[in-house]
Structure formats: C-alpha cells, structure tokens
C-alpha cells in the first residue's frame, strides 16, 4: 500500500493542527505530515519592481498579484521542502483544500488533485457551473475547454520531480 507524505500550507500552526486532525482517519495511509508557513508579501520598493514585470490582465489590482506571488512562494517553499526529506508519493495541501474522496491507493505520476476550475471566459466564472462530468478516480482536465484557477492540491511522486 502506499502511504502519502503531507505538507500543508497554512497561516499558523493551529490551522496546521485542524488540518492535520482531519487527515487522522487516513493515518494509516500517511508516512508524515509537515507544515508549510504561508507566505504573506508586502508592497515593498522591491515587490513594486517585480510587479512592473509581471505580464498580467490589465484589471487585475496589485494587491491581488501579490497575494498569488506569496501563494507561489508559499509552494515554492513546499516543492523546496519535498526535495531536501527526499521523499516520495507527496501531496502538496493548502489550507482551504478539502479531501472530497479517500486518499487513493496509489497514483503512478506526478499530477494536479484539484482546484477551482473555471470556464475558458474567465468573465463568466462563479456565473457559469463548469459541466466537467467527474468520474471517480483521477480525472482529465480538457485544457481546451477548462482552465485552473487556483491550485489547492498537487500530487509529487518524486522528490527529484519538485526541482523540475
């Protein structure tokens, strides 16, 4: 059987606690669980320079491409932490993802476990209810039809794969 090493992005450790009480009835499919400090940026002299370079719609507020840039770094930190354990069959949480099936058995490749999926007309998202048909088990995403939003859960099989 396989067992899943966790990180879990969140604000604080007792969010990290919460999290990690509602794993407890997959113990048994679960070799670690470890916390990921989330990261909060500010608008500093330097951050304004980084935003000046990002290629982003020209309605999105600075404030809120902040807040993905922490969101990145915050996994960054997560992918960083996969690599230095040196472990395997990983999964990557944030703090607002809920497991909505059990923990598979196994997955055989690197790959996205959910997220918010949006319409390709980013206008009529939360208008529009995506009609993408779930069957169990992993799912493919028709990037043709749908695009990712937001990111609240990645499965790394090898820690050399968080490098890349």
Same mark, same amino acid.
């Not at 915050?74 to 992918?79: G, Y």
């Not at 998202?125 to 609240?152: E, Q, R, S, W």
């Given at each position: 059987?396989?067992?899943?090493?966790?990180?879990?992005?969140?604000?604080?450790?007792?969010?990290?606690?919460? +999290? /990690? !009480?509602? &794993?407890? %009835?997959?113990?048994?499919?679960?070799? @670690?669980?470890?916390?990921?400090? $989330?990261? =909060?940026?500010?608008?500093?002299?330097?951050?304004?320079?980084?935003?000046?370079?990002?290629?982003?719609?020209?309605?999105?507020? +600075? /404030? !809120?491409? &902040?807040? %993905?840039?922490?969101?990145?770094?915050? @996994?960054?930190?997560?992918?960083? $932490?996969? =690599?230095?354990?040196?472990?395997?069959?990983?999964?990557?949480?944030?703090?607002?993802?809920?497991?909505?099936?059990?923990?598979?058995?196994?997955?055989?490749?690197?790959?996205?476990?959910?997220?918010?999926?949006?319409?390709?007309?980013?206008?009529?998202?939360?208008?529009?209810?995506?009609?993408?048909?779930?069957?169990?088990?992993?799912?493919?995403?028709?990037?043709?039809?749908?695009?990712?939003?937001?990111?609240?859960?990645?499965?790394?099989?090898?820690?050399?794969?968080?490098?890349?």
């Amino acid at each position: 059987m396989t067992k899943y090493n966790i990180y879990i992005i969140c604000k604080n450790e007792e969010i990290f606690e919460t +999290k /990690k !009480k509602e &794993l407890s %009835k997959y113990n048994a499919k679960i070799c @670690h669980i470890q916390w990921i400090p $989330a990261e =909060y940026l500010k608008l500093t002299q330097c951050n304004k320079r980084i935003l000046k370079d990002l290629d982003t719609r020209y309605n999105t507020q +600075k /404030k !809120k491409i &902040l807040a %993905k840039l922490g969101c990145i770094a915050a @996994h960054r930190k997560a992918l960083l $932490a996969i =690599y230095m354990n040196k472990t395997t069959n990983n999964i990557i949480l944030e703090e607002d993802a809920t497991l909505s099936d059990k923990l598979p058995a196994s997955i055989k490749e690197s790959c996205y476990l959910g997220g918010w999926i949006i319409p390709p007309q980013i206008s009529l998202a939360g208008k529009v209810i995506p009609n993408i048909k779930p069957k169990k088990g992993l799912n493919k995403i028709d990037y043709t039809k749908f695009k990712i939003l937001m990111t609240h859960t990645l499965f790394i099989r090898k820690y050399g794969e968080a490098m890349d």
